[in-house]
């Protein structure tokens, strides 16, 4: 189990269809904590213990849900897990459209006592048909920095 701090983020103008005036960091530093295990085939999984949502302006938000898995794999800065959604909605009222959404979170941390880390987030919509709003914005935000703190280390005993 982990201990994760994530840094003070201030949106891009480009997140926005139409850019505020200014600027504002989102914050105060977020904490949360998660679960990491090793899986077969050098994978491990992360599950944070509560659901992340990060608002990305006027882009869909980036969210991952307490019951969802994680997989990551080992790197040179530590491990990289990787969470990504493409997802397709037709809607028919008086006319058909189809909105797709995507939504990437790669998060990397050394998995040791304490650690420093990056998060990068990206976003996405498009739509095709009658009835979509003139400006789809797209959000990529990278680098923010992420501490890590090991907390716990749980061992099963097999008998």
Sequence with gaps: MYALVVSTVTIPATCFATPPTDTVAKGPLG???VTVWDGPEGKAFLNPDTSLSFDMGDAPNVTVSSTQAIEGTAGAMGTEFVAETDITDVQTVIATRTINT???L???FPR???GTGTLSLSSSSTCTGMGCPTTNPTCAISGIAVRSTKLAVDF????
């Design 31 to 33: 904490t949360t904590t």
């Design 102 to 104: 995507k939504t990437s």
């Design 106 to 108: 790669t998060l990397t």
């Design 112 to 114: 040791a006592a304490t």
């Design 156 to 159: 099963q005993r097999t008998p």
